[in-house]
């Protein structure tokens, strides 16, 4: 079974909006990475928070985290074409070094 | 420099046939990572390797799964009696050393049709 829950399941939006996409988890976690797929370059790291973090910035990323509530936040602001892929959230529990993925969401960014 | 490699691209077998599938990690990363995904789906962990040494194979499905990193190196993820609930794309991982504070780089995987 999956840990994380990735919510909407797809998403459709149109280049310059912005794009949200959550990750819920089930048991406590060491840290929480995010991870985009696409056809042409396979699975890229995004980036990473650690649990006693509550929010990062990368570029136009911007990732929560709440531990109370077992969920993170993706969001990319002023999305472009490039956007377009498949989003992952990765955890990793009491056993360092195996993470597990959650089912993605995939955005599609329209020009 | 060179990321993490995988062969072959595409492997299609026969029903109760083996496959082995290579990975060749990020040279001086110590930590290795196989995951199977299927379609729709997320990578599923399989194995994790810290070094020569298998530090949690808990994701292997059962024992018709093998994988070894002989030299701390390439890793061959084996496969016996393949069954056709075994085709997946198969992705291999390396990260500078084990835990979750490192990023792993992923290589573009092994599709594996099993017919």
């Known amino acids: 079974s999956q840990q994380g829950e990735e919510d909407p399941q797809a998403l459709s939006i149109q280049e310059g909006e912005n794009a949200t996409m959550n990750c819920s988890y089930k048991?406590?976690?060491?840290?929480l990475q995010w991870y985009r797929q696409n056809s042409g370059r396979g699975l890229v790291h995004l980036i990473l928070?650690?649990?006693?973090?509550r929010e990062k910035h990368s570029g136009r990323l911007r990732v929560t985290l709440d531990t109370s509530k077992k969920s993170s936040s993706l969001l990319i602001t002023a999305s472009r074409a490039a956007d377009t892929a498949s989003y992952f959230c990765?955890?990793?529990?009491?056993?360092?070094?195996?993470?597990?993925f959650g089912a993605g969401t995939q955005v599609v960014v329209t020009p | 420099g060179a990321g993490v490699s995988q062969t072959p691209s595409n492997k299609v077998t026969e029903k109760g046939k083996y496959v082995e599938l290579r990975c060749d990690p990020i040279?001086?990363?110590?930590?290795l990572y196989w995951y199977r995904q299927s379609l729709g789906q997320g990578p599923e962990f399989l194995i994790y390797f810290q070094g020569t040494g298998a530090a949690d194979d808990s994701g292997l499905p059962n024992d018709r799964f093998f994988a070894v990193r002989p030299e701390g190196s390439v890793s061959t993820l084996k496969i016996q009696r393949t069954e056709r609930g075994d085709s997946a794309v198969y992705l291999c991982a390396s990260s500078l050393t084990g835990g979750f504070a490192y990023e792993q780089y992923f290589g573009p995987g092994t599709r594996l049709t099993v017919t």
């Open positions: 040279s001086g990363h110590t930590a």
């Open positions: 990765a955890t990793e529990t009491d056993s360092w070094g195996k993470f597990q």
């Open positions: 928070i650690r649990s006693n973090e």
């Open positions: 048991t406590s976690i060491n840290n």
